[in-house]
């Protein structure tokens, strides 16, 4: 069986999501960020970046969204979760969860966790600065430019849609508001309405 490590208030939510999409039989395996539970030995033995999500397999373990993901696609075709038989289609998806795991995440990350790219108060200060304009930003170019609607990739849900709506979960805390991205926000609240997502969000608020 497929088993999960998580925390609440992670990107974690996204690949969760989508295991309750593909109806995987899996684990979930809650870790407290603010216990230190990613630093612990016995979760380093399960991922040496000490983040998460992670996701042990019976052939080890992936790391990182986009992988995890395109891996709950292609384990469980049959919830057409991906367009396996169309690489071009394919790699527009990894286009998109690459963009939200490269740029988008690490615009957001740089108000919460500057420490990880400087250690001078100064410089830190200016990257929480600039976090409502480099997220905007962010969310201005999936608006015009990437989200096909209703979903990411246009009429089919995909991986793409948990992942955005992970991400764009983050928008408010970073001084955004969401409402200027119509398309992205008519998403939020779509999702929300999905008995999956609805799920996870329960062991999230638990």
């Known amino acids: 069986m497929l088993k999960l490590f998580y925390a609440v208030g992670s990107c974690a939510v996204a690949s969760h999501i989508a295991l309750e999409e593909a109806g995987a039989a899996y684990e979930a395996v809650r870790l407290d960020l603010r216990a230190g539970d990613q630093g612990k030995p016995d979760y380093l033995a399960i991922n040496p970046k000490a983040?998460?999500?992670?996701?042990?397999?019976?052939?080890?373990?992936?790391?990182?969204?986009?992988?995890?993901?395109?891996?709950?696609?292609?384990?469980?075709?049959?919830?057409?979760?991906?367009?396996?038989?169309?690489?071009?289609?394919?790699?527009?998806?990894q286009a998109f969860n690459s963009y939200l795991c490269s740029t988008v995440h690490v615009a957001h990350a740089h108000g919460l966790r500057a420490y990880r790219w400087a250690d001078d108060p100064g410089a830190m200060a200016e990257m929480r600065r600039k976090v409502p304009q480099n997220v905007a930003e962010c969310f201005g170019?999936?608006?015009?430019?990437?989200?096909?609607?209703?979903?990411?990739?246009?009429?089919r849900y995909s991986i793409c849609d948990p992942y955005l709506f992970t991400v764009a979960g983050w928008i408010q805390n970073d001084g955004v508001d969401p409402t200027r991205f119509p398309?992205?926000?008519?998403?939020?609240?779509?999702?929300?309405?999905?008995p999956a997502v609805d799920k996870v969000l329960t062991l999230y608020r638990s």
């Open 51 to 93: 983040r998460v999500p992670a996701l042990a397999t019976d052939r080890g373990v992936l790391t990182e969204n986009p992988a995890i993901l395109a891996f709950v696609a292609q384990s469980h075709p049959s919830a057409r979760l991906a367009p396996l038989d169309d690489a071009f289609a394919f790699g527009r998806i």
């Open 141 to 155: 170019l999936i608006e015009r430019t990437m989200f096909e609607g209703p979903w990411v990739m246009g009429e």
């Open 183 to 194: 398309k992205v926000w008519d998403h939020q609240q779509r999702m929300k309405q999905r």
